[in-house]
């Protein structure tokens, strides 16, 4: 099993130690994220979980799954379609159901070459891209989940793989919104959970992004406003990227306004 598969094991295991507990009623509570419910998290992260299973190993499915799903998604209604694809299924019964998706994952992913490839909404991908960015997914809707609660989240170092995402994902931003990417790629400078220090790009005093990895990885998978961490941004291009940085797939999306997520 390679390390990717093992951190996105461990990062789904911590949000399900913090969910075991909860009564039915607090699945229906809403979060800071758009509104959505608990629930609605769980059966987000459960039907595209199941979804990269199917892409690996049953790509037929997986193409009739994306029939069913794209009419939905180009009309905003990704929730509508997740709630009708498990047929209503919520608090503890959902709970159990996401959980046995995330072990049919690892056991599936686990033994694949990392570098072989499998096919996606868009263009394919490497197997461990393709787990990594369920790894940014379980971390990034963990965060509205950890807030609602009013629980600060203890991150670990396998939350670099959301920060090189980040990284790799500078020009996607800019090409995303149909802007000339920049010819030079900002440094980063981030302080890891494990107070390591994690160096990105070629050091230099014009675009500079310093400062605790986890609020990096919050400013590009847009869980949090740059305004509303303690980052250190230097220079115009960094500052114009923190502003709209997005690590995932799909339409440009704007980052939270300020003020309007935190731990409550």
Known sequence: MFQQVIDFHD????????LESLSDDDFERCTQFKNWTINNI???????????????VEPAEFQAFLTQAVPY??????????????SGSQARELLGTWNQGVTD???YYGPVEPKSRVVWAGPDMSVRSSVTARLMETWAHGQAIYDLLGIVRVDEDRIRN?????VNTFGWTYKNRGMDIPPKVPYLSLRAPSGDTWEFNEPQLENVVRGSATEFCQVVTQTRNIADTSLDVLGVIATEWMSMAQCFAGPPMDPPTTGTRFTA
């Open 11 to 18: 990062e789904s295991e911590a949000l399900f130690q913090l």
């Open 42 to 56: 769980l059966r987000h992260l459960h039907v595209w979980n199941r979804a990269a299973t199917m892409a690996l």
């Open 73 to 86: 998604i180009m009309k905003t209604q990704l929730s509508d379609f997740e709630h009708r694809y498990l």
């Open 105 to 107: 994952l690892c056991e």
């Open 162 to 166: 959301i920060a090189v995402l980040g």
